[in-house]
């Protein structure tokens, strides 16, 4: 026998409970997203990698390690999204959406890629949600953003707690940068030999190494090496917050993964009694993206939350928020003739919107009745051998257990008309 094929390390399928847990929460996302006035937007899965490369940052840890890229046939080096930011910007300025009013609101869902170590909440292809304004500088937009997300947690039944940080702009950062790569140099013996190559290219990767905790933990903080005017941004910033009583904590060490972000950054963490802390989101302004990547500079900020994580808190939440579909009607038949009547019924059932559901699968007739038992349907309609012959079927209701013999094509009406007074009944 052939061997048998596995999904790969790190890359997995979605379905069961979870697919309901998925389709909710990409049903809860949009909606809320549109009711904030975000419109939905879809773009390649793949790109140049120059994108990625000059947009998230070429001493990144996505850029250097994570990144699927290799030489299309025709020669051009691509890479699958490890993100949606820099896409996102890619359109909004291949597409001109600064001639329309601003900032320009976007939200979509999809899969990225990252060729991470798989562990439990981490995969290499795995779902996110996110959110981008760009066009305007505004902190109010910032606190929407992280209002649109808080809303959408607090529907799907999650805890999380926010932390936040100021980077500071551009001019700010780089005096920053030039303090702790003088903190950084006087202990390269402390650090990794990755760090050791970041602390000439970007010391501010340093911040973010899973490995230099202790370097870290004394390291000088950016927020007391910020300008007077991202001081004052993030403090509007964070009354903002308090004033939609959204509650945060101060997080000096946050710097994100990504190099495009100035000023304010934060992220979701779940709220759980588990050690090891899980970030279920996390976003923040983006000032100088539109110029690295050629355009002018655009005012951007914006988030984006992990899906599988979610998935992962809803199930241990153990919140019942999927309904149960429970149908009107179960149709079940026994032999040829009555599967074809059958499945004409189903069809003229579901053109009226009845909910309708079968199982044309199974012969058996008392497997088919535990089917619309465990379903919950309120009525069965029954098609033996001989009503089919006859043309007629057999309604059970459900509750009562009680039978009758009608005609096919009486039966659509009769169905309405037992529903409608269940209806007015409930
Ligand atoms: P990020 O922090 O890299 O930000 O990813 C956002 C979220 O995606 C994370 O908080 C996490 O929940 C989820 N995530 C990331 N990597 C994985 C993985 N390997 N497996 C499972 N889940 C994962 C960004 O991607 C930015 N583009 C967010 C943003 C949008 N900033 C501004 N606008």
């Not at 932390?163 to 013996?189: A, H, I, P």
């Amino acid at each position: 026998m052939p061997k048998k094929i596995q999904s790969l390390s790190g890359m997995h399928d979605i379905f069961n409970s979870r697919y309901d847990y998925f389709e909710k929460i990409r049903e809860v996302s949009s909606r809320v997203a549109k009711e904030y006035g975000f419109k939905g937007i879809e773009f390649p899965i793949m790109e140049e990698t120059e994108l990625f490369a000059r947009g998230v940052g070429g001493v990144t840890d996505i850029v250097e390690k994570e990144m699927y890229t290799f030489k299309t046939k025709g020669g051009d080096f691509v890479a699958l999204r490890p993100e949606g930011t820099a896409s996102v910007m890619r359109a909004y300025i291949e597409h001109n959406f600064y001639t329309r009013p601003q900032p320009t609101k976007l939200f979509y869902f999809g899969p990225f890629f990252r060729y991470e170590r798989p562990q439990a909440g981490r995969f290499r292809q795995f779902w996110q949600f996110g959110l981008e304004a760009i066009g305007k500088s505004c902190f109010v937009v910032d606190v929407q953003i992280i209002k649109v997300i808080s809303n959408i947690f607090e529907e799907l039944g999650i805890k999380t707690k926010i932390e936040v940080n100021n980077m500071g702009d551009l001019k700010c950062r780089k005096e920053f940068k030039t303090v702790l790569r003088r903190y950084l140099k006087k202990r390269s013996n402390l650090l990794c030999s990755d760090c050791k190559r970041r602390l000439k290219e970007n010391p501010l990767r340093v911040l973010d190494c899973k490995q230099c905790i202790e370097v870290k933990s004394e390291a000088p903080q950016i927020i007391d090496h910020i300008c007077k005017q991202c001081r004052s941004d993030f403090k509007n910033f964070l009354e903002f917050l308090e004033e939609l009583d959204i509650p945060y904590n101060l997080n000096p060490f946050l710097v994100r993964g990504l190099d495009y972000y100035t000023g304010t950054v934060y992220e979701f963490f779940l709220e759980t009694e588990d050690e090891e802390r899980m970030a279920v989101g996390g976003g923040g302004r983006y000032d100088g993206l539109s110029k690295i990547l050629g355009d002018e500079e655009r005012p951007a900020t914006g988030v984006a939350i992990g899906i599988e994580r979610i998935i992962l808190a809803m199930e241990k939440s153990g919140g019942d928020i999927i309904e149960k579909k429970i149908p009107d009607v179960f149709i079940a038949q026994l032999g040829d003739l009555a599967k074809k009547k059958a499945l004409n019924l189903f069809e003229e059932m579901r053109n009226s919107k009845v909910d309708v559901a079968e199982s044309f699968g199974q012969d058996s007739l008392k497997s088919q009745m535990n089917r619309a038992d465990k379903l919950g349907a309120k009525i069965t309609i029954i098609i033996g051998k001989e009503e089919a012959v006859e043309d007629r079927v057999i309604l059970r209701d459900m509750n009562s257990g009680e039978q009758e013999k009608i005609k096919t094509e009486e039966v659509l009406k009769e169905v309405k008309g037992r529903l409608k007074k269940n209806k007015n009944k409930d």
